[in-house]
């Protein structure tokens, strides 16, 4: 196996009794774009300000090509970050900001002009460089402090929610420059949201942090098909949950019963489960369908509502014991007929799409 | 809308409540622009009509050494001012506000407390014989007494000391309006701490330099006690001349025209001051 680009070993800060890192360790291949996602106060920020410098780990170490980046500086770090609000020098242009790594570092001037043209260029703000910060929109900020931090080659990108300031279109707008960005330089990014949707648009792979533990790592649909636990099914995409009473697994096939007395089979379990204990039964809103299928499982339901989009329909439905599930079947399984609001109705799903959490 | 058609409905298109401060207007027009009209007119006619008093002044060495000196006086306050309160300004402004509320009462109590006990307190400490010589001494640091009154380094550390709040009010302002993000940012762009000061923070803070650096010199032109308790008989002061030439001298035009030279250098640098930050801020900014 190659060795990690970069890799966070044990990394661990506590504030006081608080801790809010409790022991991550991550390898980060180089050129993968990683989002770090969570709640906040999940500790996602905090390990990416140990990446940067800002706050020292407690324990553990960041080391980068196998070197410690504990002992360094953060402007000898030479990473690359763009911020959550905008920190663009308000008193230097455009051109000026994305020029300020490379003045510092005493680069001649005329690859000083020729990298800050490329950069404008990269972000496509050619026609900005000598307007001042104030005159930009958001949008137009974040691209800038994107070109200054790319404008040193950094071997790393750390992004602290770049777009949480940005309204929804510009979010998605700038989004697309990112992954483009991403795609045509090649560094490594790390990104930090808490937003699902922006981490599975835009990441090789997701790290979920809760409570300043990672979650579970893995491709966005590894968390998403394969939730490790309700948390991430919760957290990543809808679900419904159900309660239920795990009676048997076999040959990692889980059996319960289901809060009206029906058994469904074929499920599988996050964790071994003992007879008779207390789960949660997951399957997500695309899962469940108004028409059987080959290998269905039935739910008996009161439809309470449905809407259709052209593309798909949305049915909200109501167990007998009071739980809600929202029912989105895609295209393949849309229902001819439609579906009307009564009782006495059913609903299926296949046992392999659902998951068993502890309750 | 509403709000905006009530604050029109005033007299002479002057806003609403303009009214209130008519006492303080006539308050100034009286006292301060009668007088001042008064002393250019007795500069220009006492002994005699004509600008006799300020051929006198500008023909004199001893004068132009007076104005010269009080000129350098105010710039090294000045700039000693600007150096010893950008730090306290900065911890300020980063510092938690209930700390930072604290170090504002002491900054605030120190000048409640009476000029003129402060300045002979520096007396005490800097005289040839005082707490500051003697422990030096007593350290075996020194070997004799340190000049450090009757010249300028004693008008210098009074002057600062007294200075020092007019500087660093203004200048907490401004440094409170920078987000300390962005000297995160610089740092990891690759400045070392002297170049993000130097490049980022100094640029960004210069409007409230410029502020409490323009109060600080103009007070500083134009003082008196701490220059006459601390300062030496070579190194006399505008003010110090002005009062020496109307009490003792008893020549009204001469210090008149003094004063009045005062007044036109210290409204130079004011309208200076205004063509220098106000019109070059940054587009928008923080």
Known sequence: ?359 | MHGNSLRRGSIAGLPAGSGGALPALVLVGLFFVVPVVALLLRSVTDPEPGLQNYAALFGSGTYVRVFLNTFLVAAVVTAVTIVVAFPVAWMLAIMPPAFGSIVFGIIILSMWTNLLTRTYAWMVLLQRTGVINRTLMGMGITQEPLPLINNLTGVTIGMVYIMLPFMILPLVGTLRAIDPMTLRAAALCGATPFQAFRRILLPLSLPGIAAGGLMVFVMSLGYFVTPALLGGTSNMMLAEMIAQTVQSLLNWGLGSAAAFVLLVVTMALYVLQLRLVGGKRPAGGL
């Open chain 1, 1 to 359: 196996m190659t060795k990690p680009f970069l890799s966070i070993r044990a990394v661990r800060k506590t504030f006081g009794a608080f801790v809010a890192v409790h022991d991550v360790t991550i390898d980060v291949p180089k050129g993968e774009f990683l989002t770090f996602l969570g709640p906040s106060g999940s500790g996602k920020s905090t390990t990416l300000y140990a990446i940067a410098g800002f706050q020292d780990p407690s324990s553990g170490d960041v080391l980068l090509e196998d070197k410690s980046l504990l002992s360094v500086p953060s402007h000898k770090r030479n990473i690359g970050m763009v911020f959550q609000r905008y920190t663009l020098f308000p008193h230097l242009s455009v051109a000026e900001n994305v020029a300020f790594p490379l003045r510092v570092r005493h680069r001649p001037d005329a690859e000083v002009k020729r990298k800050v043209a490329d950069m404008l260029s990269l972000v496509r703000l050619e026609n900005f460089a000598d307007r001042f910060p104030g005159a930009l929109s958001g949008g137009q900020q974040q691209r800038v402090a994107l070109a200054r931090a790319l404008a040193y080659d950094p071997p790393i990108l750390l992004m602290d929610e770049p777009l949480s300031a940005l309204d929804k279109k510009l979010r998605q707008e700038i989004q697309a420059e990112i992954r483009r960005i991403h795609r045509e330089t090649g560094v490594t990014i790390l990104y930090v949201t808490h937003d699902q949707e922006e981490a599975l648009h835009l990441s090789d792979r997701i790290a979920l942090f809760k409570e300043g533990r990672i979650e579970q790592i893995g491709t966005g649909e590894d968390l998403y098909v394969r939730p490790a636990s309700e948390f991430v099914a919760g957290f990543i995409g809808n679900s419904n949950f159900l309660p239920a009473e795990h009676l048997e697994t076999a040959a990692g096939a889980a059996t319960v019963r289901l809060a009206d007395g029906s058994i469904v089979t074929g499920l599988t379990a996050a964790e071994p489960f003992s007879k008779g204990q207390k789960v949660r039964l997951m399957v997500r809103p695309e899962a469940l369908s108004l028409t059987p299928g080959p290998a269905s499982a039935a739910l008996a339901v009161d439809i309470v509502d449905t809407a259709f989009f052209g593309d798909r329909r949305r049915v909200v439905a109501r167990t007998p014991g009071g739980d809600e599930i929202d029912v989105r079947p895609t295209s393949d399984t849309i229902d001819p007929a439609g579906a009307t609001a009564g009782s006495g109705q059913r609903i299926f799903f296949d046992p392999a799409a659902a998951f068993l959490f502890p309750a």
